[in-house]
């Protein structure tokens, strides 16, 4: 499976999820380089596979600096671990309460 078809792929399987759709752009679009090319990013924005909003997405997420493309490549970073610890003090008071 090429890249292509793997966008368009990912495009049909995310329809109407947004962050399923961003999870898989984080397989192609990355910190420091993307494996979508100019010639794939004319192919999937011509395809009738990608919704609008995937295409805008798509295109915006390929422009290093836009709060897309950061979003994106977020998806990549490890979670700080004081969110980490943030979540499980709110899991343990949730728990205190609910007994």
């Given at each position: 499976m090429n890249t292509?078809?793997?966008?368009?792929?990912a495009a049909?399987?995310?329809?109407g999820c947004m962050d399923q759709w961003f999870r898989y752009?984080?397989?192609?679009?990355f910190e420091d380089y993307s494996k979508i090319t100019d010639a794939d990013l004319e192919l999937l924005l011509q395809s009738d596979k990608l919704n609008n909003f995937q295409k805008v997405s798509l295109k915006r997420a390929l422009i290093k600096g836009t709060p897309t493309n950061d979003y994106v490549i977020s998806q990549n970073k490890p979670?700080?671990?004081?969110?980490?610890n943030r979540l499980m003090r709110?899991?343990?008071?949730?728990e205190k309460q609910s007994k």
């Amino acid at each position: 499976m090429n890249t292509v078809e793997f966008v368009e792929f990912a495009a049909l399987e995310s329809r109407g999820c947004m962050d399923q759709w961003f999870r898989y752009l984080r397989k192609v679009i990355f910190e420091d380089y993307s494996k979508i090319t100019d010639a794939d990013l004319e192919l999937l924005l011509q395809s009738d596979k990608l919704n609008n909003f995937q295409k805008v997405s798509l295109k915006r997420a390929l422009i290093k600096g836009t709060p897309t493309n950061d979003y994106v490549i977020s998806q990549n970073k490890p979670s700080k671990k004081e969110n980490f610890n943030r979540l499980m003090r709110m899991i343990e008071e949730e728990e205190k309460q609910s007994k």
